[in-house]
Nanobody
Framework: QVRLVESGGGLVQAAGSLRLSCVAS????????MGWYRQAPGKQRELVAK???????NYLDSVKGRFIISRDYARNTAYLQMNNLKPEDTAVYYC??????????????????WGQGTLVTVSS
C-alpha cells in the first residue's frame, strides 16, 4: 500500500521558518506530481505548491517569494521550505502525490494519494 508521511510541522512565531517533509513509500513505479495543500479552520483545502516531474512548479499567490517546494526524486520525498511565516499560514498541511503504483509500467495503476496532515501554527 502506498503511503505519504509528512513531518516538520509545529509552532513558530511570525517571520519564522519551518521545513515540511513528505516521504512516499510502498509499491511505487513512478511519481508524476507531488504537492502541498493546506486547510485552515472553517476554510476549504487549497493548493499551496505543486511540482510536476522535472517541470512546472505552481504556487499559491500568497506564498510566492516565501515558500519553496522541492523534490528528492531518488528518495521519493518532497519538501516545503516555508520562510517569513505569517499567522494566516496557520493550517493543517497535507502532502499529495499523483503516481503509478506497481512494479512495472504495464501492471501499474494511477493513484492519487494523501498524507495524514501536519499542523503548522504561526503565532503573532
Amino acid at each position: 500500500q502506498v503511503r505519504l508521511v509528512e513531518s516538520g510541522g509545529g509552532l513558530v512565531q511570525a517571520a519564522g521558518s519551518l521545513r515540511l517533509s513528505c516521504v512516499a513509500s510502498g509499491p511505487i513505479f513512478s511519481i508524476n506530481t507531488m504537492g502541498w495543500y493546506r486547510q485552515a479552520p472553517g476554510k476549504q483545502r487549497e493548493l499551496v505548491a505543486k511540482i510536476t516531474g522535472g517541470g512546472p512548479i505552481n504556487y499559491l499567490d500568497s506564498v510566492k517569494g516565501r515558500f519553496i517546494i522541492s523534490r528528492d526524486y531518488a528518495r521519493n520525498t518532497a519538501y516545503l521550505q516555508m520562510n517569513n511565516l505569517k499567522p494566516e499560514d496557520t493550517a493543517v498541511y497535507y502532502c499529495n502525490a499523483e503516481l503509478r503504483s506497481g512494479s512495472t509500467y504495464s501492471t501499474s495503476r494511477v493513484l492519487e494519494v494523501w498524507g495524514q496532515g501536519t499542523l503548522v501554527t504561526v503565532s503573532s
